[in-house]
């Protein structure tokens, strides 16, 4: 008996080490964003995890996670050396399945679904040759950048989160309005006062209007920032009615948390496979074709397309000397070696080509043309020659009638229908006088 009780303490005690291990972790995790321990035990967090941590739900995000080892292994490089939370790992997670694609002309695009108006805030490239947003290394680095601008305005991980999902304005107002509502929830007699009535004004006038950006982050640096101005929880319990933060983003910050707790406990295995290869980043001249860059470094055409789906064309944009590219860093010697025997197509020579094609089609229409018009003026000769003969032949020959007793010319001129002047006479007679026997000849 002594001995089963020994056993279920030993039992009881791991039992509770492994909860204090997991408490701890889990904490961590809040007091990293910058939460108030509070809300590790807030019902919606709970609940969030408890769906999350389900023997599917791990088994379908470890699957996406291992066949996007490559894109994983890239995140992960990121969020470790930029010294920014775990928990930004997980937004191409939830933002794109670590599918590195565009849905659409105008639609967000990448690995962190950026919009073409984010990108050129962050100076990606975007236009119809390059879009750095697929840019797998450069847009990750763009992302980062992005969370800690947001970090260094907001003062906490948590919210550039969430203003990494609906913007930073949006988080800005409703920060700035949520602790406006707490201060004069505990100050009822200041609302009248002329500051916290500016103050309003300004809130009213972006919500409205979308501008006055600056005077809204005067607010908040005023009210939002305060030690205890607001609460993630009371956020949360006045948001329906209140409609802070957009309910959509109150789900993304804690699926975020949810899913690094769960990384914490050692449930997401797949995060720390090995990739097939390393990227490295080489740059190519401009002109050289993708497929050639590929065949030279004896990579299938279309793996290769994969990690620079940041090229539109198919050949590098000649508007600049060179660009990068990703090749597998096993490639880079052979990439060096042979990069110097590749021809850039040149936009020039492609013109100068086309050009002598055209001159060629140019020689060959005239050519066509000469060919065309000779036998058109044969044909027209033809035609000619034909009108001729067929007039030839459809000339009347002439009547010849044998001078008789009693003809004259008035006489033969009547009996054929003529004038006299139709009627031709031998011009070797030395007169016009008629003689029996005289052949003659009558034009009809």
């Known amino acids: 008996m002594n001995k089963l009780y020994f056993m279920l303490l030993i039992l009881a005690n791991t039992l509770f080490a492994s909860i ?10 809040i007091k990293e964003l910058g939460f108030e321990s ?8 709970q609940d969030t995890l408890d769906e999350y941590s389900s023997n599917q739900n791990i088994s379908y995000y470890n699957n996406i996670i291992r066949r996007a080892s490559l894109s994983v292994q890239i995140v992960k490089s990121e969020v470790e050396n930029e010294n920014i939370p775990d928990a930004a790992f997980f937004i191409p997670l939830i933002e794109s399945h670590f599918v590195n694609q565009t849905r659409g002309k105008n639609a967000p695009s990448g690995l962190w679904q950026i919009t073409a108006e984010t990108a050129r805030g962050l100076r990606l490239r975007n236009d119809e040759f390059i879009d750095e947003r697929l ?8 992302a980062s950048t992005y969370l800690k601008r947001y970090y260094s305005r907001l003062n906490k991980w948590y919210l550039a989160l969430i203003a990494y999902n609906c913007g930073e304005g949006r988080v800005l107002e409703g920060i700035t309005r949520a602790s406006l509502d707490r201060y004069l929830e505990l100050n009822p007699q200041m609302s009248d006062n ?31 920032k305060q030690q205890f101005a607001y609460s993630f929880e009371y956020l949360i319990i006045n948001n329906n009615r209140k409609n802070y933060i957009p309910a959509s983003s109150i789900e993304y910050v804690k699926k975020l948390v949810a899913f690094s707790m769960i990384s914490n406990r050692g449930l ?22 993708l497929k050639s860059i590929a ?28 660009y990068n590219l990703y090749i597998p860093s096993e490639k880079l010697d052979i990439y060096n070696q042979r990069m110097f025997n590749l021809k850039p197509v040149i936009e020039n020579k492609i013109v100068e080509n086309k050009t002598i094609e055209n001159k060629k089609d140019s020689k060959k229409e005239s050519k066509a043309v000469s060919k065309n018009q000779e036998n058109n003026n044969k044909t027209q000769e033809t035609k000619k020659d034909i009108k001729i003969i067929e007039n030839k032949n459809n000339e009347k020959k002439p009547i010849t009638h044998t001078i008789k007793k009693g003809d004259s010319l008035e006489s033969i001129a009547k009996k054929y229908k003529v ?11 030395k007169s016009n006088l008629l003689k029996i026997g005289d052949k003659i000849e009558i034009d009809k």
């Open 268 to 289: 997401f295995k797949s995060i720390n496979n090995k990739s097939k290869y390393k990227l490295e980043k080489v740059k190519a001249n401009k002109g050289l074709q």
């Open 194 to 224: 002329e500051t916290i009535k500016r103050y309003k004004n300004v809130l009213e006038n972006y919500k409205r209007t979308k501008s006055g950006f600056s005077d809204l982050y005067e607010v908040y640096n005023r009210i939002g």
């Open 419 to 429: 004038s006299i002047d139709k009627i031709k006479i031998d011009k070797t007679k």
């Open 20 to 29: 204090q291990d997991t408490t701890q972790s889990d904490l961590e995790v």
């Open 295 to 322: 065949n030279a470094i004896g990579m299938d055409y279309e793996e290769f397309k994969s990690i620079n789906k940041h090229m539109k064309k198919d050949a590098i944009p000649s508007d600049s000397k060179s």
């Open 38 to 45: 509070s809300f590790l035990y807030n019902d919606s967090l």
């Open 135 to 142: 840019d797998l290394i450069k847009s990750t680095d763009a």
